[in-house]
């Protein structure tokens, strides 16, 4: 275990009690240089929106940050951290902060120290670099990283560049002493079975916070109890919080929809108006994520409502070929027709000004 480094206990016991993690995007100028401005005003508006972590250097923030020629991982990451520690000194609250890993063992590595060095609590590990490794390859891997600063497992969507990781390498996974919570993003339910299957089957269950990625699927994940045979005896697992690309916009009503799934939870029983906000919530993530075509137009999706609500100064991407889809953003448009109390415009206008100052 010494060999582990460990989450402080506030962290692991704010994880388990359940949080919103916008996945943070990254804001850029015209000429694709780091919009520090708003890049600063984003954290600001998570934090004051009511999110308990920020997950950053992951998908939504674009891999290619760590491209040299933008080298832009460590900035990006120093930044957010900053800003989150300044919210936090203001308001008296402490936000989890989370940072992407990638690359191969070498790279997520220097990575995970980067992190650690900057006061990032967790490291949240991507293993899309590795697609052709075996479960006990993934595995060394994982553990390497793990004795640089404690674990957040990510199941990426095939779609978004992952792969299709099996029930035996999250049981193995969660077995390492450090791992702190595990993202289940594979936006398919026989994946997302295999993750809680491998968790359960584990002898870490109770230490591990289980947290939806499946954006398609967010409030039907926060609200069910799922009971899981294993040889020791039923396990129940709650998927405590999100940690989600989908609230990296219309926050505000992303904390309180996570108050209102606990509280039907609490009680253990779901309201049918809940239902109804499941799937007008998939419908919003339908059009934001551009599920149509694949979701090709998922980050410029997010870019677009944050540049409609004045945080972007546009919705531009790292690569110039990432764009919104055609006809994605008239998609944006009707859903913000349909379901308008589920923005949050009115409470980013209010604040606006003095977050971006």
Same mark, same amino acid.
Request: net charge negative.
């Given at each position: 275990?010494?060999?582990?480094?460990?989450?402080?206990?506030?962290?692991?016991?704010?994880?388990?009690?359940?949080?919103?993690?916008?996945?943070?995007?990254?804001?850029?100028?015209?000429?694709?240089?780091?919009?520090?401005?708003?890049?600063?005003?984003?954290?600001?508006?998570?934090?004051?929106?009511?999110?308990?972590?920020?997950?950053?250097?992951?998908?939504?923030?674009?891999?290619?940050?760590?491209?040299?020629?933008?080298?832009?991982?460590?900035?990006?990451?120093?930044?957010?951290?900053?800003?989150?520690?300044?919210?936090?000194?203001?308001?008296?609250?402490?936000?989890?902060?989370?940072?992407?890993?990638?690359?191969?063992?070498?790279?997520?590595?220097?990575?995970?120290?980067?992190?650690?060095? #900057?006061?990032?609590?967790? $490291? @949240? *590990?991507?293993?899309? /670099?590795?697609?052709?490794?075996?479960?006990? +390859?993934? %595995? !060394?891997?994982?553990?390497?990283?793990?004795?640089?600063?404690?674990?957040?497992?990510?199941?990426?969507?095939?779609?978004?560049?992952?792969?299709?990781?099996?029930?035996?390498?999250?049981?193995?996974?969660?077995?390492?002493?450090?791992?702190?919570?595990?993202?289940?993003?594979?936006?398919?339910?026989?994946?997302?079975?295999?993750?809680?299957?491998?968790?359960?089957?584990?002898?870490?269950?109770?230490?591990?916070?289980?947290?939806?990625?499946?954006?398609?699927?967010?409030?039907?994940?926060?609200?069910?109890?799922?009971?899981?045979?294993?040889?020791?005896?039923?396990?129940? #697992?709650?998927?405590?919080? $999100? @940690? *989600?690309?989908?609230? /990296?916009?219309?926050?505000?009503?992303?904390? +309180?929809? %996570? !108050?209102?799934?606990?509280?039907?939870?609490?009680?253990?029983?779901?309201?049918?108006?809940?239902?109804?906000?499941?799937?007008?919530?998939?419908?919003?993530?339908?059009?934001?994520?551009?599920?149509?075509?694949?979701?090709?137009?998922?980050?410029?999706?997010?870019?677009?409502?944050?540049?409609?609500?004045?945080?972007?100064?546009?919705?531009?991407?790292?690569?110039?070929?990432?764009?919104?889809?055609?006809?994605?953003?008239?998609?944006?448009?009707?859903?913000?027709?349909?379901?308008?109390?589920?923005?949050?415009?009115?409470?980013?206008?209010?604040?606006?000004?003095?977050? #971006?100052?």
């Amino acid at each position: 275990m010494s060999d582990y480094p460990q989450s402080p206990d506030w962290v692991r016991a704010a994880l388990h009690e359940g949080l919103v993690i916008p996945a943070h995007p990254l804001a850029l100028t015209m000429s694709r240089q780091l919009d520090e401005q708003r890049q600063r005003a984003l954290t600001r508006y998570y934090c004051e929106a009511g999110a308990g972590g920020l997950a950053v250097g992951v998908h939504t923030t674009q891999f290619s940050i760590r491209d040299p020629k933008h080298g832009l991982l460590a900035p990006v990451l120093a930044l957010a951290a900053e800003t989150a520690r300044s919210c936090d000194g203001s308001s008296g609250r402490s936000t989890v902060l989370i940072a992407g890993i990638c690359g191969g063992t070498a790279q997520a590595v220097a990575e995970a120290k980067l992190a650690r060095t #900057l006061g990032y609590h967790v $490291g @949240l *590990l991507s293993l899309a /670099a590795l697609p052709d490794s075996t479960v006990p +390859e993934l %595995l !060394r891997h994982c553990d390497a990283v793990a004795r640089e600063i404690p674990l957040f497992g990510f199941y990426l969507q095939p779609a978004a560049g992952g792969h299709v990781l099996p029930f035996e390498f999250w049981r193995e996974f969660a077995r390492i002493p450090n791992v702190a919570g595990i993202k289940i993003a594979p936006f398919q339910r026989y994946h997302t079975i295999d993750v809680l299957r491998g968790v359960a089957e584990s002898e870490r269950c109770n230490e591990i916070a289980l947290y939806t990625g499946n954006d398609d699927h967010i409030l039907l994940d926060l609200l069910t109890e799922h009971r899981l045979p294993t040889a020791t005896g039923e396990k129940r #697992l709650l998927i405590a919080g $999100g @940690l *989600l690309g989908h609230w /990296a916009c219309w926050t505000l009503r992303a904390v +309180e929809q %996570l !108050r209102l799934c606990k509280q039907a939870r609490s009680h253990a029983s779901v309201p049918a108006e809940l239902l109804r906000l499941s799937v007008q919530v998939t419908d919003c993530n339908a059009a934001f994520f551009d599920a149509r075509n694949g979701f090709r137009g998922c980050i410029p999706g997010i870019h677009e409502v944050l540049h409609r609500q004045g945080l972007l100064a546009n919705t531009l991407c790292l690569d110039p070929k990432e764009t919104l889809s055609p006809d994605q953003a008239v998609e944006i448009d009707r859903v913000y027709r349909a379901y308008p109390e589920l923005n949050d415009d009115s409470f980013v206008a209010a604040h606006l000004d003095r977050w #971006l100052t």
